[in-house]
């Protein structure tokens, strides 16, 4: 029996992602198949158009056995720390294989790539020249990467898979990582495409999705939530609060560059597109945004742990057995885990109010 784990934000979940959970379910049949489901807002610094709990629903109706909460901070942080946080819950849950989406679909070569990364003591000095010369860390890493292997990886769930590859290897988790096609293009923002990306374009401009979505997800996409619903109270925090510089990755100028931008911005892209440079990256300043109104500090201390969101009667079963041998603190309430769930219930609070 196969312990299958999938790390996934479905924003909103769709045909695809319907697609990728019954190819896996037909490939290992008797399997147990775990979600490390991302919150109420995601890693590119989004809102979850259905909240977490209703995604839990979704994914129970669909062959989904346990689904277990990834933490907000790690949720809406860069690919590495995304990724270590994910796989650190899956390692300790015992899951044997890592199942992801990639537009490469070869395992082996990527799996290669992160060796070549690792092994060769000249990446971290082809990685400094590049920022050196201005590139952003992400576009840095990249042609790092192209150096040393003669391969360029740009396409997001690619660079995504070669981070939990990485994490995997340097943990020395006990984990197959398997990567499965991606059908549609990641950031294609055409309805056609059937990406998540074009669905949540369609649904800002009030078109018809219902042929790209199943029918369990259009029940609770009534009134879907976006990240600009938040710009108001975004703008109001940056204005009254005198240093933004104590905020997670607000480092040194940034601060003044928002700062300068926000009162001559009228909404989230715009305000963006004034601040980004060719160091700083839309992805990553949007990510700064979002640090700030969640409050999330530069001192603040990130910790794992495990919260069932939802299981079937497979997934009770099977947490059951592996339950005295988790490592992780197991959080089953607010009540008594306040210390530890600040952040998601501020979170949680902040999204709720829109």
């Not at 790390?7 to 198949?33: C, M, R, T, V």
């Not at 003669?150 to 020395?172: F, G």
């Amino acid at each position: 029996m196969n312990v299958i784990g999938l790390i996934a934000e479905y924003n909103p979940f769709h045909n695809g992602h319907l697609y990728q959970i019954n190819k896996i379910k037909k490939i290992y049949p008797d399997s147990i198949l775990i979600v490390i489901l991302n919150g109420n807002f995601t890693q590119r610094a989004d809102t979850s158009l259905i909240n977490k709990w209703d995604k839990t629903k979704i994914l129970l109706e669909n062959n989904v056995d346990l689904v277990i909460s990834l933490p907000t901070f790690y949720g809406i942080n860069n690919a590495d720390i995304f990724a270590s946080g994910a796989l650190e819950i899956l390692n300790d849950l015992k899951i044997d294989t890592l199942i992801f989406g990639s537009e490469l679909d070869d395992t082996n070569l990527l799996i290669d790539i992160v060796k070549a990364k690792i092994n060769n003591p000249k990446y971290n000095d082809i990685l400094k020249e590049y920022l050196k010369k201005g590139y952003s860390y992400p576009k840095s890493s990249s042609k790092a990467l192209s150096h040393i292997t003669k391969k360029e990886i740009v396409n997001p769930n690619d660079i995504l898979a070669l981070s939990y590859i990485e994490c995997i290897i340097k943990n020395n988790y006990n984990i197959k990582p398997v990567s499965i096609k991606r059908e549609n293009n990641y950031h294609n923002k055409l309805l056609e495409s059937g990406s998540a990306s074009g669905i949540r374009e369609a649904l800002k401009n009030k078109k018809d999705i219902n042929n790209y979505v199943p029918k369990c997800t259009l029940k609770y996409l009534n009134n879907p939530i976006f990240i600009d619903d938040y710009f108001d109270l975004l703008k109001y925090k940056i204005i009254s609060i005198d240093d933004i510089s104590v905020y997670h990755d607000v480092i040194e100028g940034l601060d003044k560059r928002i700062k300068k931008y926000i009162n001559e911005s009228n909404n989230l892209e715009e305000l963006i597109l004034k601040i980004k440079t060719k160091r700083y990256t839309y992805s990553r300043i949007k990510r700064i945004l979002l640090y700030i109104l969640l409050d999330i500090k530069s001192d603040y201390v990130p910790t794992c742990y495990v919260r069932i969101l939802g299981f079937n009667k497979v997934g009770r079963k099977y947490f059951k057995s592996i339950k005295d041998d988790i490592t992780l603190p197991i959080v089953n309430n607010y009540s008594s885990n306040k210390e530890l769930l600040s952040l998601e219930y501020k979170a949680n609070s902040i999204y709720a109010l829109k």
